[in-house]
C-alpha cells in the first residue's frame, strides 16, 4: 500500500492498492476511487465497542482486485490527515478521528480508569485504541504539535486539546487551582494532564472550541 496527503486545509488521503491489500475505513468514508475497487460492509469484530466510541457499527472494506486500485478519503473539517505506524508502539486517539486503517492494525475502545479522566477531561470516558501491524489514518482538528514526552515529563493541555497519544502515556486531569484563576482566567475548572514516555498530538482547533466561538459570533 502506497499512500499520498493532497491539500491542505481540506486534504484528501489517496491510498493506492497492489492486487490483494485492503483498507478498512468507516462507514461513509470514501470519496471517490477506482471502478475495480470492490468494497465489503459488515459489522465485523469489535463492533459493539466501536458503537460506544462514536462510530458507525458498520465499517467498509475495499479490496484491490488489480494493482494501483485507488481509494480517496476527504476531511471533513479543516485541519490534517495523520499518517500513523503502529508496527512498534499503539496510539490512544480522540473519538471519531478514524477514517482508514489496514486490515493487520485492530481497532478497540479504550476506557478512562479513573471517573475524573473521563467525566472532566474533555476527551470522554471512552477513546479509540489502534495497534497491530501497519497504518492507521486519523483526522485532526485544526493544526498540529508533537511533543516527545521523555519518561516522568508532563504536559498541561486545556481539555479537548489531545487528539492522540503513544500507549506509553499517561492520562489524568487535574483541577486548576485559586477561586479567582477559575472564575475569571477563563480556562475552565478542569485541565489535562499526560505524562510520558511517549509521543502527544496536540490539535490546535477542537470542534468543541470552534462551536463556542462560532456561538458567541453568532449573536453579536
Sequence with gaps: MKYELQGKDLPVLVLTLEKGESIITGRGAMSWMSESLEMKTNAG????????????????????????????????????????????????????????????????????????????????????????????FLEIDGSLTEYNLKAGE?????TGYLAAMEETVKFD?????????????????FNTKVTGPG???????????LVSVLGIDQNK
Excluded: C
Excluded at 482486485?65 to 512498534?88: E, H, M, R, W, Y
Excluded at 508532563?154 to 486545556?158: E, I, R, S
Excluded at 509521543?199 to 472550541?209: D, R
Design 45 to 136: 469484530k469489535g463492533a459493539f465497542g466501536r458503537m460506544f466510541s462514536g462510530e458507525s457499527i458498520f465499517q467498509n472494506t475495499f479490496t484491490a482486485t488489480k494493482d494501483g486500485d485507488f481509494l480517496a478519503i476527504s476531511s471533513s473539517f479543516p485541519g490534517q490527515i495523520l499518517a500513523f505506524d503502529v508496527s512498534n508502539n499503539g496510539i490512544i486517539v480522540q473519538k471519531k478521528s478514524f477514517l482508514a486503517r489496514e486490515a493487520n492494525v485492530e481497532m478497540k475502545i479504550f476506557f478512562q480508569k479513573k471517573f475524573g479522566a473521563g467525566f472532566f477531561g474533555g476527551e470522554g470516558f471512552i477513546m479509540q485504541h489502534f495497534k497491530g501491524n501497519g497504518y492507521v
Design 154 to 158: 508532563t504536559l498541561v493541555l486545556d
Design 173 to 189: 486531569v487535574t483541577a486548576v487551582k485559586g477561586v479567582g484563576n477559575v472564575l475569571f482566567g477563563g480556562e475552565g475548572f
Design 199 to 209: 509521543k502527544v498530538w496536540i490539535q490546535s482547533m477542537p470542534i468543541s472550541k
